[in-house]
T-cell receptor, first 114, second 117 residues
Framework: KAGVTQTPRYLIKTRGQQVTLSCSPISGHRSVSWYQQTPGQGLQFLFEYFSETQRNKGNFPGRFSGRQFSNSRSEMNVSTLELGDSALYLC?????????????FGEGSWLTVV | AQSVTQLDSQVPVFEEAPVELRCNYSSSVSVYLFWYVQYPNQGLQLLLKYLSGSTLVKGINGFEAEFNKSQTSFHLRKPSVHISDTAEYFCAVSDYAGGTSYGKLTFGQGTILTVHP
């Protein structure tokens, strides 16, 4: 079956702009989470959505937001982009939020802020 | 709060040699443990996970890991590596207080494994 699909794969934005990234989870998965990966900070948890509700949030400023739709697809938005937001953004999905479930990752969206 | 420490940022090894990638964790609650691999320009792929039971866990591609509760370690091993194992490897934990982690994995900083011919 199809894996976690993220679009776009690559994008370049200018400082101060906003960006929206999209994620389609594996069919049947209801939990979608987002991670930021940078060389300096590594992999950091942004937030998690389940049944259209944000249930967990990492330590990121309010410029980072997300949402989940009724079909479990998710988007994340970053407003007022800063150079430091340049990163690989990974979406992941899981059947539910049970801690032992496997979390499946997409290939990510590479964001470059110039 | 939990944290994960991968003790080696880079591990070079020759093809067909054994390898061990080290991972230590700390947590005030019980955790589940995972190893993921990331090939260049790709997302993360699960190698194996420890939930309970036997402390020796076998995963894909010939990898295995051993959970040591007293040393709070979860080291990854492979008896004979291939060129294709060249990648970055991440150790991760999720706490299961109440059974749910709400999608959050805490990752180590990663270990780059380079296999030389």
């Amino acid at each position: 079956k199809a894996g976690v699909t993220q679009t776009p794969r690559y994008l370049i934005k200018t400082r101060g702009q906003q960006v929206t990234l999209s994620c389609s989870p594996i069919s049947g998965h209801r939990s979608v989470s987002w991670y930021q990966q940078t060389p300096g900070q590594g992999l950091q948890f942004l937030f998690e959505y389940f049944s259209e509700t944000q249930r967990n949030k990492g330590n990121f400023p309010g410029r980072f937001s997300g949402r989940q739709f009724s079909n479990s697809r998710s988007e994340m938005n970053v407003s007022t982009l800063e150079l430091g937001d340049s990163a690989l953004y990974l979406c992941a999905s899981s059947w539910d939020s049970y801690a032992g479930n496997t979390i499946y990752f997409g290939e990510g969206s590479w964001l470059t802020v110039v | 709060a939990q944290s994960v420490t991968q003790l080696d940022s880079q591990v070079p090894v020759f093809e067909e040699a054994p390898v061990e990638l080290r991972c230590n964790y700390s947590s005030s609650v019980s955790v589940y443990l995972f190893w993921y691999v990331q090939y260049p320009n790709q997302g993360l792929q699960l190698l194996l996970k420890y939930l309970s039971g036997s402390t020796l866990v076998k995963g894909i591609n010939g990898f295995e890991a051993e959970f040591n509760k007293s040393q709070t370690s979860f080291h990854l091993r492979k008896p004979s590596v291939h060129i294709s194992d060249t990648a970055e490897y991440f150790c991760a934990v999720s706490d299961y207080a109440g059974g749910t982690s709400y999608g959050k994995l805490t990752f180590g900083q990663g270990t780059i494994l380079t296999v030389h011919p």
